[in-house]
Nanobody
Framework: QVQLVASGGGVVQAGGSLRLSCAAS????????QGWFRQATGKEREFVAA????????YYADSVKGRFTISRDNAKNTAHLQVDRVKPEDTAVYYC?????????????????WGQGTQVTVSS
């Protein structure tokens, strides 16, 4: 049984930083992509970033490019999302997800496994 556990959310002031983590277990993840999505109150879930588990290829939404950095630790089956220079509009529940290649990394429907979400609140 695949399990994804997201952690690291919290309240941060605008301009500050957070580090989100997603611990994966239950199988080997070669050939998979680990993604982060977020959903603000009253809005649809949107793509944030993704990383291919084997090659380490990264993908970012334009809104976070240059401020967020995704990475993975294959030995620990854990992916991280470093969130820097946060803005109030980054406030949302952040979800990690895992999907198998080939897939469309920006599409939440491509991901078969989801974590429980972690709240990020940016105060201005």
């Amino acid at each position: 049984q695949v399990q994804l556990v997201a952690s690291g959310g919290g309240v941060v002031q605008a301009g500050g930083s957070l580090r989100l983590s997603c611990a994966a277990s239950g199988r080997t993840f070669s050939g998979h992509v680990q993604g982060w999505f977020r959903q603000a109150t009253g809005k649809e879930r949107e793509f944030v970033a993704a990383i291919s588990w084997t090659a380490g290829t990264t993908y970012y939404a334009d809104s976070v490019k240059g401020r967020f950095t995704i990475s993975r630790d294959n030995a620990k089956n854990t992916a991280h999302l470093q969130v820097d220079r946060v803005k109030p509009e980054d406030t949302a529940v952040y979800y990690c997800a895992m999907g198998r290649l080939p897939m469309v990394v920006f599409n939440p429907g491509s991901y078969g496994y989801w974590g429980q979400g972690t709240q990020v609140t940016v105060s201005s």
